[in-house]
């Protein structure tokens, strides 16, 4: 039996797909041996009732915002369903990207706490210490208080509350890339939305497909996607933590064979190191798998088919690689392709790109030739156009401009924040700070609009210098950004910050250089490479190029 989700509200579809026979594999340091543990989905489901009786008995009810920190294993997905088995929002808390920056983390897991009224704040036990309780704070429960021992539930002391579409189901925080984070506004009505568009337009069938992720817990791609999917359907999971991957990339394509995974989704970074991981592996199995959604940063074409060519003898189909376009504002997922399709990519102009903001198709062959991945269309309960940013006029097929979003899942606002929810809309539809253009109903985004390098009046797109420095020998893979500066005279020029292991660091200067003025004509005014692990990124893991070039400005980035 599998769930058939109608309903505007998670705990209903909680309670579904709890009488089907999907399972949650946690995998690693997610499970609690080490290994694999696997709990059906209607086991959880009675282990979080016990820990929502126990939540309860705590004040926690209807209306109330719950914060939740911890590393992603068994508890801490219990935790996030007892929290909206309670009535209550989850606010998840990013945990620290590197471990030099815990008292960063520390200021900010404090300031977003206080910020979002949380009454109570969960967290495991290993993270405790690093919170130091201050007067008027909610209270720190660990997650072990709550449910000692899973045999020891007494889900029967849980009251259920009404089915409230309205009421707020998550509080997420923005990652923070381009501004400081703002906590999105999503209820259980535009969650429920965009699940059942991410059911309808990856063509989900939960008594078939399977789903592995080792994403974050507390990034919209990895709470709503990875597990409020799963958890609210049925489908079977295998859930790993982020740190496992980056230990290991291997191990993500090792668990799509094990387990017979279908379904899948990592930013273009990951898939660049799975490929490197595919080369070096043998006797996998992954013709099962057909969504590979690459999401959350700007997709590289040649670095797609990289993954693409080196999956090619462990049996992976072309078609499964899905490059999507979504965002915390909409919930989660705007934009998808049709699975099966592959890797589509629009071919430009890019001297026309850069100076006319428009984007004229062309030959493959042509001069000035740039491919473009095409991200698919708007979901079946969202619209999106593409406006002249300062006008706010509609812009025709092929113009480059601000998108804009509406429909069923967009977020009602940024909680307590009424300035930066006035700044977001526009006549009803959300600005979403990107630039884009549509070509045959499908989306295409050139970058973020605070990103933009203007050189000589060519607007240069950070991402398109970065792709040409992330794949090169000693320069590490998705560690790479690229900014413009002015100087006193004001003549903008571009810089390049890359983290480097390699000892001779000229040579790979040299292959910068190179790389970046046969990309896009010019070269950069100053490359610097940096330490591993420093360049600045989100707690997604999104990279701060506002940040860098704040660092760089003062003189802050460590060197090699």
Known sequence: MRANPTSHSLITRIEQAADTDGSIRFLCSAAGNGTVEEVPWGRLHDEAMAMAAGLQARGVGPGSHVAILGPTTRPLVTAIEATWLCGAGAVMMPLPMRLASIDEFVRQTRARILASDAVAVLIDGQLAEFLDPQPGDPPIIRLDELVPGWGHCRANRYVRPADDPDALAILQYTSGSTSDPKGVMLPHRAVCANLDAIVRGGQIDPGIDVGVSGLPLYHDMGLIGVLATPMTTGLDLALSSPQDFLAAPSRWME???????????????????????????????????????????????????????????????????????????????????????????????????????????????????????????????????????????????????????????????????????????????????????????????????????????????????????????????????????????????????????????????????????????????????????????????????????????????LAV
């Open 255 to 557: 668990w799509m064979s094990e387990f017979g995974g279908t379904v899948t989704a990592g930013p273009n970074f990951s898939y660049v190191l799975a490929a490197r991981s595919l080369a070096r592996m043998s006797n996998l199995d992954l013709s099962a798998w057909r969504i590979a959604l690459n999401g959350a940063e700007p997709v590289d074409p040649a670095g797609v088919e990289r993954f693409v060519e080196a999956g090619r003898a462990h049996h992976l189909d072309p078609g499964a690689v899905f490059p999507a376009f979504g965002m915390a504002e909409a919930t989660l997922a705007v934009t998808f392709p049709q699975p099966g399709a592959g890797l589509e990519t629009d071919i430009v102009d890019a001297r026309v790109l850069e100076h006319e903001r428009y984007a004229p198709a062309v030959s493959g062959d042509a001069a000035d030739a740039r491919r473009m991945a095409r991200l698919g269309r708007p979901m079946y309960n969202l619209e999106i156009r593409v406006v002249d940013e300062t006008s706010g006029a509609v812009l025709g097929e092929r113009a480059v401009g601000e998108l804009e979003i509406r429909g069923e899942s967009v977020t009602t606002g940024y909680y307590r924040n009424a300035a930066a929810t006035d700044a977001v809309f526009h006549d009803g539809w959300l600005r979403t700070g990107d630039l884009a253009y549509q070509t045959d109903g499908e989306l295409v985004v050139c970058g973020r609009i605070k990103d933009v390098i203007i050189l000589g009046g060519r607007n240069v797109y950070p991402q398109d210098v970065e792709r040409a420095v992330n794949d090169l020998d000693g320069v590490r893979a998705g560690n790479v950004i690229a900014f413009g500066t002015t100087s006193k005279r004001g003549r903008e020029s571009l810089v390049v910050v890359a983290e480097t292991k390699e000892a001779g660091v000229a040579a790979v200067r040299d292959a910068i250089k190179d790389a970046v003025y046969n990309s896009v004509g010019l070269p950069p005014a100053d490359i610097v490479l940096v330490q591993p692990g420093t360049l600045p990124k989100t707690s997604s893991g999104k990279l701060q190029r506002s940040l860098c070039k704040q660092n760089y400005t003062n003189g802050d980035l």
